[in-house]
């Protein structure tokens, strides 16, 4: 496990991390070839939400709060920056192990971009000479072309590849000029080194290469609603690098570097208006770990630059220097108890001293019982790129003003039941977010970003329940969120928008490592608060169906899997374009249900 810093066994840690293992990603990797979005949507407490609905943007939001908050990391290290909404789409699945997911605010072990948690994605590692090919169609004129390539250890190193071509054709669904299925053309490359000797020092390097074209607005020769064309089209470059080192001490501690960094150019079209931004992240980490009694600790410093340009609108580009110390003891008090207590201190260049305090109690009061008990802190930088950029750019928002640093307080409390092949699991969890960046309309077409004149509390349950025997898992979720937020506007309490109160699962698949799999899904997403919607101010509750199926013949799989079966979409119910555009210029209301409706894809897996 890498999301927490210590080497505790998962079932020991007093801070709650759940792993989606590799059953699940081989399963996901089948339904959506081209992105982890499903496979974290489809995850008790986790919504993946469209931010962009006209080229296809998501991020995910944790436990109610908004998406920017989450960090997502590649093997612990920040490859894909903060507050983006399409990185989520562009990594595929077929080279992960295991995804780490740890709710609520987490700046105590990784910093101010993890105020709401963090989705850690752990690759694969070369033990066998693995080699796959995975090549998949859909229904909506998709295409996949995947392929994981791994050089197994010889003496101590190993390296895996891998390696390609996504491409989604803009489609038109309901003959009204305009695009709802936005288009891409993506081509990716991410090698990997590891190196192992066995006697405590491990080295892992990676890098990726990754450009994506995607296009939406109107179709060529179709108009808007007043009558003008409205083209959208963005251009992603992104690099990244990336290292982590172990080594073992003569005095039995264990010290850890981490470095890496990041670049991501974008070109942007948003109907007559073009943008150019280019993003960088800088990381450099080095900690020690030691072990004495009944204490696990681990304490070191970091420094991250987060550096924005923007060639059209320079006023918002900006340079963050942040230098951190943290610390962590993970103490064992009993057999049965043990206590992790951990702070950081960030010292932004903009916004000053930021501490960010966390400790997690676990208690096993009978060995089918587990109970841990978390809270802490979490504080966020605001920067120009909300959800809302990711469509629209920056062109109708005002400079930035005198903005204060966004603060988070989050608890929660986990119970868990193991009742032979049966686990139990029940959340309560709360937030408050106080500074809370909002955007407000001024005048008919500019936009600004404000702090929330009051706090926005998050609060909710979730219930989990897994059953597995020999060759069937069976699961099913409940999540009840209650989010409210002071309206940016009239500073009234309002529903968090596209939150929903309620939203369950059903899943149940079979499985046969010789023969295949099939398995089916069922989803419901109740009312949800909307937003700048003419048509209506809450969505509507909707169910979700899917089924699967997978025939192996040795080395080859043939799969086949139906999304959405009874074709659910928002265009049923109301338009998605608006009658006239917003402040920001956008076209479209939000997305609260699908808009691609029905989806089948199928396709083949070699293994050899």
């Known amino acids: 496990m890498t999301a927490t810093r210590t080497d505790t066994r998962l079932q020991d840690q007093p801070l709650r991390v759940e792993v989606i293992d590799r059953e699940d990603i081989e399963e996901k990797a089948l339904m959506t070839p081209g992105s982890v979005a499903m496979l974290l949507s489809e995850t008790s407490g986790l919504r993946v939400q469209t931010t962009a609905p006209s080229l296809g943007a998501a991020n995910v939001r944790i436990q109610g709060l908004r998406g920017r908050y989450a960090q997502l990391l590649a093997d612990g290290l920040p490859l894909y920056g903060s ?74 190193w190993g390296a895996t590849l891998l390696a390609g071509y996504h491409r989604q054709s803009a489609r038109e669904i309901e003959e009204d000029g305009w695009i709802d299925l936005a288009g891409f053309d993506r081509g990716l490359f991410r090698p990997r080194v590891f190196y192992d000797d066995q006697r405590g020092k491990t080295l892992f390097v990676t890098g990726s290469v990754m450009a994506e074209e995607r296009r939406g607005g109107t179709l060529p020769g179709a108009v808007a609603p007043d009558g003008e064309p409205f083209p959208q089209n963005l251009t992603t470059q992104h690099v990244d690098a990336g290292v982590a080192a172990r080594w073992l001490t003569a005095g039995g501690h264990i010290v850890a570097a981490r470095g890496s960094g990041m670049h991501r150019s974008r070109g942007r079209l948003f109907g007559s208006v073009t943008e150019h931004t280019a993003q960088t992240t800088g990381f450099g980490e080095l900690s020690i770990l030691g072990i004495r009694g009944r204490h696990t600790w681990v304490a070191g410093g970091a420094f991250q630059q987060d550096r924005l340009d923007v060639r059209e609108l320079p006023w918002f580009d900006y340079r963050f220097s942040m230098p951190s110390v943290f610390a962590q003891d993970d ?277 050899f």
């Open 83 to 156: 507050g983006d909404s399409f990185s989520l789409l562009q990594v595929p699945p077929l080279d992960l192990e295991q995804v780490e997911v740890i709710k609520g605010a987490a700046s105590a072990l990784y910093g101010l971009s993890a105020l709401g948690g963090v989705i850690n994605l752990v690759s694969r590692r070369p033990r066998d000479a693995e080699r796959e090919i995975l090549l998949n169609v859909t229904s909506r004129g998709g295409t996949d072309v995947t392929a994981w390539l791994t050089q197994p250890s010889s003496g101590h």
């Open 331 to 607: 103490i064992v008090l009993t057999p049965r108890a043990s206590l992790s207590a951990s702070g950081r201190i960030d010292i932004h260049s903009e916004y000053g001293v930021l501490a960010s305090p966390r400790v997690s109690l676990l208690i096993k009061p009978r060995a089918e019982w587990t109970v841990r008990v978390s809270a802490g802190t979490g504080a966020f930088a605001p920067t120009p790129m909300t959800e809302e950029a990711d469509e629209t750019g920056l062109s109708r928002l005002l400079p930035l003003g005198d903005l204060q640093a966004e603060r988070a307080f989050s608890t929660s409390v986990d119970i868990t039941r193991v009742i032979g092949p049966v686990e139990l699991t029940g959340t309560v969890f709360g937030s408050k977010l106080r500074h809370a960046i909002q955007r407000r309309d001024v005048g008919t077409d500019r936009v600004e970003l404000i702090n929330a004149p009051a706090h926005s509390d998050t609060g909710g349950v979730e219930a989990v329940g897994r059953y597995r025997t020999e060759g069937f898992v069976f699961m099913a979720t409940y999540g009840w969120t209650r989010a409210t937020e002071p309206d940016p506007e009239s500073a009234v309490r309002r529903d968090v928008p596209l939150t929903p109160r309620h939203a369950g699962s059903l899943n149940a698949i079979w499985e046969d490592e010789d023969r295949g799999r099939v398995g089916v899904e069922v989803y419901y997403t109740g009312q949800q608060s909307l937003e700048d919607n003419p048509y209506r101010t809450v969505g509507r509750p909707y169910w979700l169906i899917g089924l699967l199926g997978e025939r192996r013949i040795r080395g080859v799989r043939l799969f086949v899997n139906a999304e959405n079966i009874f074709d659910v979409r928002q265009t049923k119910d109301d338009p998605l374009l608006q009658p006239t555009p917003l402040n920001d210029g956008r076209w479209t209301v939000d997305l609260w249900a699908p808009a691609d409706g029905v989806v089948v894809n199928g396709g083949v897996r070699v293994s």
